[in-house]
């Protein structure tokens, strides 16, 4: 697809002011150097807690928010093998350093922990993806056959963008190697995260066992399942906040091969994950992607528990996971995905939004592009 020269100007969201958020801006367009592409970007997720981050996150001012996106190649630095104008591509949010893969931070959304990973974002990096045009690493630039995808499967850009919400829980699924037939546990599985995971681990082959506090979401993510993968191996339990009781809960299934934890700060004293591990097989896995704080070494041992932290997932997961959105095995036209969309000048009403648009299926983006 031939692509239109790259003006001098674009728009974009800039925080400047945490007190006031956001403004719509125009800003001169960046251009590429060694080891970038410039995407002009057609859609970009908009997290439900965007406004936490504008008021609290550590990143500098002024930047252009942002995070994960989808887009074309607009131009490319001099060094770029195979990435071509006009090319659609998923630009990941995650950055890391080329020389200390240690080093790392979110575009549009924290820092990091070190002092390169600062560095880079304060001084390199430091624009994201709520805007027209936006400049990425080579490497963040993952192709995406678009034929394939918006062609014959039916996806438009923007349900696209669901991408990475789905890749988060599959990072975590990936690492512990959970494979089709295996059960596994999801705690809890009626947030965003945790609905994506829900949707990840069934289209994997794997028996899912949905855990959370209210029995009418999970009645709801049963029904979602049950529509979008008629026949999936798919069960629920409402967590009681009781150790015993859940650990009876668990039990009542049988053999559980592995849990992936997504527990929120807010519910971090639970014992859910507790129960959860002590009701896994001897060898069984568990991905702690969450924040989690009641787990012990006793459960640990004597069942010969391997337990994997995870923070986001690694580049070869994304690659893999774009295979599986390629091969049709999430069923976008039964419902699997529900995305509202927002023009750059309505971003107010996108962060709104997305705040409670959130859960299987769901999500909320800027569509910058008028």
């Known amino acids: 697809m031939a692509m239109q020269p790259i003006p001098d100007q674009h728009r974009a969201l800039v925080l400047e002011n945490r007190d006031t958020g956001l403004e719509l801006k125009t800003l001169p367009t960046p251009q590429p150097g060694l080891g970038s592409a410039i995407v002009r970007v057609e859609a970009t997720c908009i997290l439900p807690y965007y406004q936490n981050v504008i008021r609290h996150y550590p990143i500098p001012t002024p930047l252009v928010g942002g995070f994960s996106a989808i887009g074309r190649i607009a131009a490319v630095g001099v060094d770029a093998a195979s990435l071509k104008p006009g090319q659609l591509v998923y630009v990941d949010s995650v950055v890391r350093a080329r020389d200390n893969p240690d080093a790392s931070f979110l575009s549009g959304v924290i820092e990091g922990f070190t002092d390169e990973s600062k560095y880079l974002m304060r001084n390199v990096w430091r624009d994201s993806s709520f805007a027209e045009y936006m400049k990425a690493p080579l490497e963040n ?191 976008r036209d039964k419902g699997f995905v529900h995305v509202k969309t927002f023009a750059l000048e309505d971003w107010k009403q996108g962060l709104d939004t997305a705040a409670y648009h959130v859960g299987i299926g769901k999500c909320a983006v800027f569509v910058p592009q008028t």
């Open 141 to 331: 630039c993952i192709p995406l056959n678009e034929k394939r995808l918006c062609k014959e499967l039916k996806y438009s850009v923007p349900e696209l963008m669901y991408m990475a919400y789905l890749l988060i829980p599959y990072g975590g699924l990936r690492d512990i190697g959970l494979e089709p037939g295996e059960t596994i546990v999801v705690c809890p599985a009626t947030g965003g995260y945790g609905g994506a995971a829900v949707q990840v681990a069934v289209s994997m082959g794997a028996r899912v066992i949905a855990m959370g506090r209210s029995s009418e979401k999970l009645a709801t993510l049963k029904e979602h399942v049950q529509r979008t993968w008629p026949g999936a191996s798919f069960d629920t339990a409402v967590i009681a906040g009781d150790e015993a009781s859940d650990l009876d809960t668990l039990r009542a299934f049988g053999t559980i091969d592995a849990v992936l934890d997504l527990t929120p700060s807010t519910a971090s004293a639970s014992t859910h994950t507790r129960s959860a591990i002590r009701v896994l097989r001897l060898g069984g896995r568990i991905s702690l992607m969450g924040s989690t704080k009641n787990i012990g070494a006793p459960e640990i041992l004597t069942n010969s528990i391997t337990l994997k932290g995870k923070m986001m997932y690694e580049r070869a997961d994304i690659a893999q996971f774009v295979k599986m959105m390629e091969s049709g095995i999430f069923p």
